[in-house]
């Protein structure tokens, strides 16, 4: 695997860089009107075809939805399309984001903890299909096998790792990708590390029925000692792997949000969670590899970070 993406020309990759280092960050990435296009008619409604029933809403049941689905935190799902437009919406906005982020033409993407959620994988399949190349390192057998599962029909090849992500190293060459994504890992990263102390492995677990003792352990470990013993290593070495595993250029995209009904209950740490973005931030400063923020303008830094290897 440590070949992954190479073959690309030192003068294509220089002049790829050069043309991503010119071009200004300063348009929107996306509008919700574009969002929804392509999640309902576009280039992601044809990876979900006929699946979801969308075809059953109006548009204005489709806008109220979608104005629901993207609220951060996201607010609860009170208009029947919201449901089905959630995982299209997530796609679409990661396909305009590595769009915006103007990756190579045959680009080599890793997401570190993927577990069974698709927003990535069909974001590349929209922009790239068999011309990229993709991997995902995650611990979870059950979601690993439903992410391999939801990936059947597109053109994009998985490779999937079965280990810890602070392994990186040991399977891929410095500078080896050209992107790398987090989506919405950086809880699971701190959990699954938290839940490791508590002696659950967390490769053989139904994920979703376990997952509240999981945030619970989190949340009981954040106030004793903010995480400084276990999670915020385990997450520093993870994003100093994937730093280096970048070519100088690369970008690293990370999302997180959280929902309006998860931060009314009385055991979900919602500060935390609320600030998980800017912890990443604050952890990404630290690491060995330099790297800059370059967010484009109209995301909102609570919830997305790009960050740039230099
Ligand atoms: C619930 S899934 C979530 C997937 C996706 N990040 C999302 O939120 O939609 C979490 C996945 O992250 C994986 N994970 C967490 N920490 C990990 C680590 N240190 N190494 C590899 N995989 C990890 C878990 O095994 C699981 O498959």
């Not at 449901?83 to 982020?101: I, K, N």
């Not at 974001?123 to 979870?140: E, P, Q, S, W």
Request: glycine share 8%; proline share 5%; charged share 25%.
């Amino acid at each position: 695997m440590g070949q992954v993406g190479d073959g690309r020309s030192q003068r294509e990759h220089r002049r790829w860089l050069a043309t991503n280092q010119r071009k200004a960050r300063r348009s929107p990435v996306w509008t919700t009107e574009q969002l929804l296009a392509e999640a309902v008619e576009g280039r992601v409604a044809e990876r979900f075809g006929g699946s979801d029933e969308l075809e059953q809403f109006s548009r204005d049941e489709l806008l109220e939805g979608a104005q629901q689905v993207l609220a951060r935190p996201q607010a609860a799902e009170r208009t029947p399309a919201a449901r089905p437009l959630g995982r299209r919406l997530l796609a679409a906005q990661w396909t305009l984001l590595l769009e915006h982020v103007e990756l190579p033409d045959n680009p080599a993407v890793l997401e570190p903890c993927a577990g069974g959620s698709d927003p990535v994988v069909v974001a590349l399949d929209v922009l790239f299909g068999d011309r990229a190349t993709y991997a995902t390192i995650n611990l979870n057998r059950k979601l690993a096998g439903e992410l391999m599962q939801r990936a059947k029909s597109l053109a994009l090849e998985i490779h999937l790792i079965e280990d810890d992500a602070q392994s990186l190293s040991t399977y891929f060459d410095d500078a080896t990708f050209d992107c790398v994504c987090l989506h919405h890992a950086v809880n699971d990263i701190l959990q699954t590390a938290v839940a490791g102390l508590r002696g659950m492995d967390t490769r053989d677990i139904d994920w979703w029925p376990t997952e509240r003792r999981m945030i619970e352990w989190l949340g009981e470990q954040h106030q004793e000692d903010g995480l400084a013993s276990v999670g915020l290593p385990e997450l520093k070495t993870i994003l100093d792997g994937a730093a280096r595993a970048l070519r100088p250029g690369g970008a690293m995209c990370f999302d997180h949000w959280t929902w309006e009904y998860h931060l009314g209950l009385d055991w979900f740490p919602g500060e935390l969670f609320n600030g998980l973005i800017p912890l990443a931030r604050e952890v990404a400063r630290s690491l060995s590899v330099p790297l800059e923020e370059i967010t484009p303008e109209g995301l909102d830094r609570q919830w997305w970070m790009v960050l740039r290897r230099r």
